[in-house]
């Protein structure tokens, strides 16, 4: 007889207002006021975070920062640091790998960790979320929110919950009451083009599509009909992956005002250059594909991209890439909103490889 293998334990944990509550905990006399992490209101800048008072006027991720001052006159606004809410990531990361080395970072504020089996032999995933919750108190200064639940997705819903400062846990007996009430938008992998189509057939919660046969859903979603079928049933087998390559590096930014001349968006990219050449450096890596990204004043999106036979060994190849690139586009007869590169196609580095480097570009 072959044993089954353990119920899975997955927690979920998602800190609160991430960025804002950085940025609280180093100004704690601005605690208590509406903010709003993002440009200046007069910019064309969108949130990133708010806090709980700024959300009381409606006011969220992903608005434009002009926008939110309509909102809420008296709010604040803090520009992002994001090299600060780097680091304190790092500590987290850190924290989650006292207790499991099977930690899928999503974000920098958000993770999943498989606790089946633990570095703190604790059967008790339960007790380790609020072990969790701690140390990243105390050594952070921050509150975390958390999901506990045999799969990634109930976990994840779970830790949404009960915020801020919350711990929800949703036992296998309890996943179908807990889940059927949630809109189809809140199941991974749904976005807006599948979102209308569920609409069209009357499918608006988990509920709504539970009630839905398998060949139905596999007729109208094709493979991704099975995995809708299987969420609806509180199936989610997915495994917690601890790490996955990334597959590109970039730099890009939206301009206060649309730029209509080449000279300041050949400087703009030339920093872009170096930026994501230091963070490839980094991490050992060298890559063969670059990518351009150009978005004109009227929102049309344009990229251009080149594929070399060697690896990019400076930001100065990099740059001179970019430049043939932008020659390919219209700038410097349109407006350009937003401009930006990536890296692609890497190459574990080693030592000294390069000094033999070939040169791409010539002086």
């Known amino acids: 007889m072959v044993d089954s293998p353990p119920l899975r334990k997955i927690i979920h944990i998602d800190m609160d207002m991430f960025y804002a509550a950085v940025e609280l905990r180093d100004r704690p006399e601005l605690r208590g006021k509406p903010l709003a992490v993002g440009g200046r209101p007069d910019s064309r800048s969108v949130v990133t975070t708010a806090n709980y008072e700024a959300r009381k006027f409606g006011i969220h991720s992903g608005i434009s920062c ?107 007996e309890q996943v179908m009451a807990f889940i059927r009430p949630l809109p189809v938008l809140k199941i991974p992998g749904i976005g807006r083009v599948t979102d209308a189509r569920l609409r069209q057939l009357a499918i608006r919660t988990v509920a ?75 991490e050992g890596k060298r890559a063969r594909t670059v990518t351009l990204k150009i978005k004109y004043a009227d929102f049309q999106t344009v990229t251009r991209r080149r594929t070399f036979d060697i690896y990019l060994a400076s930001p100065r190849d990099i740059f001179r890439a970019v430049q043939d690139l932008l020659e390919r586009t219209e700038a410097g007869r349109r407006p350009v909103r937003l401009a930006g590169i990536s890296l692609s196609n890497f190459q574990e580095q080693k030592k000294n490889a390069a000094a033999a480097q070939p040169v791409l570009f010539k002086s």
């Open 66 to 172: 002009a926008q939110a001052r309509r909102l809420c006159p008296s709010c604040l606004f803090i520009a992002p640091d994001f090299k600060k809410y780097q680091q304190v990531s790092e500590q987290i990361q850190r924290i989650f790998r006292e207790f499991t080395d099977l930690v899928e970072s999503v974000s920098l504020d958000e993770a999943y960790l498989d606790v089946t089996r633990n570095k703190k032999n604790e059967p008790s995933a339960t007790r380790l979320a609020r072990e969790i919750k701690a140390r990243i108190f105390a050594v952070t200064g921050l509150t975390a929110s958390a999901g506990v639940a045999a799969s990634m997705f109930v976990a994840k819903i779970a830790s949404d919950a009960r915020k801020p400062d919350g711990l929800c846990v949703v036992r296998p």
């Open 208 to 282: 709504d599509l539970e009630k839905k046969p398998l060949e139905f859903l596999e007729k109208e979603f094709g493979k991704f009909g099975l995995f809708l079928h299987d969420i609806a049933s509180g199936i989610d087998e997915r495994p917690v992956t601890p790490w996955r390559q990334r597959q590109s590096y970039g730099a890009e930014e939206t301009f206060p005002r649309d730029i209509p001349e080449k000279e300041p968006l050949l400087e703009f990219l030339q920093e872009c250059a170096q930026r994501v050449f230091e963070e490839l450096n980094e």
